[in-house]
């Protein structure tokens, strides 16, 4: 139930194209679902991030949908770019009663590659 | 935003040996760290969460003799591999909570025990 399932492994995009990746949850619980950008030999950095009470939220070409009662969000990158070639990681949390804090359960990440 | 910093970036270590991985705020103080592993072209699994001035908290399966963490002032966390054996060998990377939601994460330290 802690899992975050995120699809697809891999995808190519053509330079302009949007990218989407998916991912869904077991959890109700969670209620901080941050998406992260790594590239090769790097940390994860934070891209942007929704609470379950928006849809959407949009950050330049970067959107988060988010589906409550399917419980499944997905990032969407507009006009792809070959730059934006990294690994993205979804991730959830939830607050913990005893710490106050979140602690984040990622998904499996998704290898996108942009053609130039 | 907030930076994290490790060091080293990579080390190289024989097995049986102990291995240091330091990790830093630079400009903020963070009461809490999270240690994670990362194995090639897999996802990030949190190893342990490192409180400034307590105990660790790990998670379950992760050996607190073999991993062990200090966090001895609010912007410095440390991991030590003791004894490294060859399947130790990973990508162990920080992060630092700077809200109760929000981490950021270091640049990672790439460990291969030979």
């Known amino acids: 139930q802690q899992q975050v399932k995120q699809s697809p492994q891999s995808l190519i995009v053509q330079k302009g194209g949007i990218s989407i990746i998916n991912c869904a949850y077991e959890?109700?619980?969670?209620?901080?679902f941050p998406w992260y950008q790594q590239f090769p030999g790097k940390g994860p950095a934070l891209l942007i991030a929704?609470?379950?009470?928006?849809s959407e939220k949009k950050e330049g070409r970067f959107t988060i949908s988010f589906n409550k009662s399917a419980k499944q969000f997905s990032l969407h990158i507009m006009d792809s770019q070959p730059g934006d070639s990294a690994t993205y990681f979804c991730a959830a949390s939830h607050g913990a009663m005893n710490t106050g804090f979140q602690k984040l359960v990622f998904g499996t990440g998704t290898r996108l590659l942009v053609s130039p | 935003g907030a930076v994290v910093s490790q060091h080293p970036s990579w080390v190289i270590c024989k097995s049986g040996t102990s291995v240091k991985i330091e990790c830093r705020s630079l400009d903020f103080q963070a009461t809490t760290m999270f240690w994670y592993r990362q194995f090639p072209k897999q996802s990030l699994m949190l190893m342990a969460t490192?409180?400034?001035?307590?105990?660790?908290?790990?998670e379950q399966g992760v050996e607190k003799d073999k991993f062990l963490i200090n966090h001895a002032s609010l912007t410095l966390s440390t991991l030590t591999v003791t004894s490294a054996h060859p399947e130790d060998s990973s990508f162990y990377i920080c992060?630092?909570?700077?809200?109760?939601?929000?981490?950021?994460f270091g640049p990672g330290t790439r460990l291969l025990v030979l």
């Open positions: 490192s409180n400034e001035g307590s105990k660790a908290t790990y």
């Open positions: 992060s630092a909570r700077v809200t109760s939601e929000t981490q950021y």
């Open positions: 959890n109700t619980a969670f209620d901080y």
């Open positions: 929704i609470r379950p009470d928006v």
